[in-house]
């Protein structure tokens, strides 16, 4: 690395691995950009040397025959659609996203989407893909390329400070395993460059399985969710992308309905887009209970159970938004404070179809109407679908 550094020029393309005690293992490709006051290189705002020696979270640096992206790409993802994939995104999820910032440019962070303790921020390697829910500024795209707990690196824990570094007490003394790291450990494997991410395993020892082992994981997955009798399936429709709930869907793993209201979002606005897809109007809602009348029943409903929707982060986003609202940020009740299951991510990597950047699979919309409970139907739908099928397709 050194040799490298001292031939470091500015605007040199690179790609830079770094581990974080807050971020984890994560991987920017991007230009060089030397900092005028301090004199040494920065990639994706992070300092890569001082004095042309690597910095201690660097583990390791590579030349880019290439540019990372295509400066012909100017053109920013919808901003609609990026905030509605950034609802998707879970703690622990491998992403990759693009970043635009002066003088940084456009760079590319490869790592593990990391939040906060109140779901507010979310970050990756370093940089915010969301404050206060609402989708940064500087993110231009992202996409998930393997959900949490389908990959084998390290996932970071929470985050619930802002401290430069990991604190400095034995964690053994209170009985707790340490999270410190050190500044160069044993990575067992980088993240997989830009052309092998369609590969759903990161670890290197899973590099050669054939992807069909992550498929067979998916129909395990739906053929016991539809085991289970403590499972549903939930659905809600929004006001707007982020907005408040103004229809509930619970359904069990049988068909049955256990949950199918409307709800009164006591004066939001309905955003013209989001009726145009559900056709749910104001006139509807106004005889129909708030959130504060439906939680007790909702409550009932899920206590103890496995909860499952099309699209989890984004759905358990808006119920925690509304719990939060009618509790005052009271403790969460056990089965929201749990992370639910993803239904639309099992599908993407059953069927495996790639999406356009080639940086993952595509994620499929349902077919139900856009309203609640038909939402329900069509998800458990798609998991009867995939539980009878094969991993060879």
């Known amino acids: 690395m050194t040799e490298l550094l001292a031939n470091l020029r500015n605007g040199n393309q690179l790609t830079v691995t770094f581990q974080h005690h807050r971020y984890g293992i994560f991987v920017v490709e991007g230009p060089a950009i030397l900092s005028p006051s301090v004199k040494n290189f920065m990639v994706g705002s992070l300092f890569i040397e001082s004095s042309l020696k690597p910095e201690k979270s660097v583990l390791a640096i590579e030349s880019s025959e290439a540019p990372a992206f295509d400066p012909a790409e100017g053109v920013e993802e919808d901003r609609e659609v990026l905030q509605k994939t950034v609802d998707g995104i879970g703690h622990g999820?491998?992403?990759?996203?693009?970043?635009?910032?002066?003088?940084?440019?456009?760079?590319?962070?490869?790592?593990?989407?990391?939040?906060?303790?109140?779901?507010?921020?979310?970050?990756?390697?370093?940089?915010?893909?969301?404050?206060?829910?609402?989708?940064?500024?500087?993110?231009?795209?992202?996409?998930?390329?393997?959900?949490?707990?389908?990959?084998?690196l390290p996932v970071p824990g929470l985050i619930t400070n802002w401290d430069p570094e990991p604190p400095t007490a034995s964690a053994s003394t209170r009985g707790e395993p340490s999270t410190r790291t050190s500044p160069r450990p044993n990575v067992p494997g980088r993240i997989p460059p830009v052309q092998q991410r369609l590969q759903p395993e990161t670890a290197a020892d899973l590099a050669t399985r054939p992807w069909t082992v992550s498929r067979q994981n998916a129909i395990h997955l739906a053929a016991t969710a539809l085991g289970n009798k403590q499972a549903v399936v939930l659905d809600t429709e929004l006001t707007d992308f982020a907005g408040r709930i103004i229809e509930l869907?619970?359904?069990?793993?049988?068909?049955?309905?256990?949950?199918?209201?409307?709800?009164?979002?006591?004066?939001?606005?309905?955003?013209?887009?989001?009726?145009?897809?559900?056709?749910?109007?104001?006139?509807?809602?106004?005889?129909?209970?708030?959130?504060?009348?439906?939680?007790?029943?909702?409550?009932?409903?899920?206590?103890?159970?496995?909860?499952?929707?099309?699209?989890?982060?984004?759905?358990?986003?808006?119920?925690r938004a509304e719990y939060n609202r009618i509790s005052g940020n009271a403790p969460e009740p056990e089965w929201l404070a749990r992370p639910w299951e993803c239904a639309m991510r099992w599908h993407a990597v059953w069927a495996a179809v790639p999406n356009a950047r080639g940086t993952g699979f595509r994620s499929h919309k349902l077919d139900g109407g856009h309203r609640a409970i038909g939402d329900c139907r069509a998800a458990l739908d798609r998991l009867r679908q995939m539980a009878g099928s094969t991993a060879a397709g």
């Open 249 to 319: 869907g619970v359904l069990s793993m049988d068909g049955t309905a256990l949950l199918d209201t409307l709800v009164n979002p006591e004066g939001a606005a309905i955003r013209p887009q989001a009726q145009q897809q559900h056709g749910i109007d104001a006139a509807m809602l106004v005889d129909a209970p708030t959130m504060t009348e439906v939680w007790p029943q909702l409550d009932a409903v899920l206590q103890g159970k496995t909860v499952i929707t099309w699209n989890a982060s984004f759905d358990q986003a808006r119920v």
């Open 93 to 152: 999820d491998l992403v990759f996203a693009t970043f635009a910032q002066h003088p940084h440019g456009r760079f590319t962070i490869t790592g593990l989407a990391v939040s906060t303790s109140d779901h507010e921020i979310l970050a990756v390697g370093t940089w915010f893909m969301a404050n206060r829910t609402v989708a940064a500024g500087r993110l231009v795209e992202v996409s998930v390329l393997t959900a949490a707990g389908a990959h084998l």
